[in-house]
T-cell receptor, first 113, second 117 residues
Framework: GNSVTQMEGPVTLSEEAFLTINCTYTATGYPSLFWYVQYPGEGLQLLLKATKADDKGSNKGFEATYRKETTSFHLEKGSVQVSDSAVYFCALKVENQGGKLIFGQGTELSVKP | GAVVSQHPSRVICKSGTSVKIECRSLDFQATTMFWYRQFPKQSLMLMAT?????????EQGVEKDKFLINHASLTLSTLTVTSAHPEDSSFYIC?????????????FGEGSWLTVV
């Protein structure tokens, strides 16, 4: 079946630290991969995506590379800010399943000044 | 700005009553809408998938008679929680996928907090 596994949180970093949130997946077929961010009290916002192997998605200083050989899509940012504090969800979408998204459990990030 | 809007953003209802949550696509036609439920500090669990003009497809374990989904138009889907109980209190999020704006992208609503007292 299809599933997404993220590293457990919460992750607490100091401002300007390097961030990595691990995400691995299992999928039947060829999924598209996504990172969504959820700020406190809000819905989900698409952060970045990649639709095929070796693609790199990037946005707001975050990036993630679709690694088919390791079935991974780790999220990275070189220098985090307090405003990056949120919950981050890795997700996959397999087109032959109606386009529904399957989410990881979410990783809470807390950035301290 | 938001391309998928949910209403209400917060609702409190009494146990035993029904409550309706609307999900609207604002500048595109949503051929498919998805309803998710999120418990505090947990991931999103897909409840059902609805295609305009047809019956919703519910995920295993979701009571279709309790969570009524209607997708009567290409811009509106509704989720009605019938005979709500405190355990139905949760954050409900819809997403929409369609044609037009940005092609095949899925957009999420802001979510609706339901509290059943």
């Amino acid at each position: 079946g299809n599933s997404v596994t993220q590293m457990e949180g919460p992750v607490t970093l100091s401002e300007e630290a390097f961030l990595t949130i691990n995400c691995t997946y299992t999928a039947t077929g060829y999924p598209s991969l996504f990172w969504y961010v959820q700020y406190p009290g809000e819905g989900l916002q698409l952060l970045l995506k990649a639709t095929k192997a070796d693609d790199k998605g990037s946005n707001k200083g975050f990036e993630a590379t679709y690694r088919k050989e390791t079935t991974s899509f780790h999220l990275e940012k070189g220098s985090v800010q307090v405003s990056d504090s949120a919950v981050y969800f890795c997700a996959l979408k397999v087109e032959n399943q109606g386009g529904k998204l399957i989410f990881g459990q979410g990783t809470e990030l807390s950035v301290k000044p | 700005g938001a391309v998928v809007s949910q209403h209400p953003s917060r609702v409190i209802c009494k146990s035993g009553t029904s409550v309706k949550i609307e999900c609207r696509s604002l500048d595109f036609q949503a051929t498919t809408m998805f309803w998710y439920r999120q418990f505090p500090k947990q991931s999103l669990m897909l409840m059902a998938t609805s295609n305009e003009g047809s019956k919703a497809t519910y995920e295993q374990g979701v009571e279709k008679d309790k969570f009524l989904i209607n997708h009567a138009s290409l811009t509106l889907s509704t989720l009605t929680v019938t005979s709500a109980h405190p355990e139905d209190s949760s954050f409900y999020i819809c997403s929409a996928r369609g044609v037009g704006r940005s092609g095949n992208t899925i957009y999420f609503g802001e979510g609706s907090w339901l509290t059943v007292v």
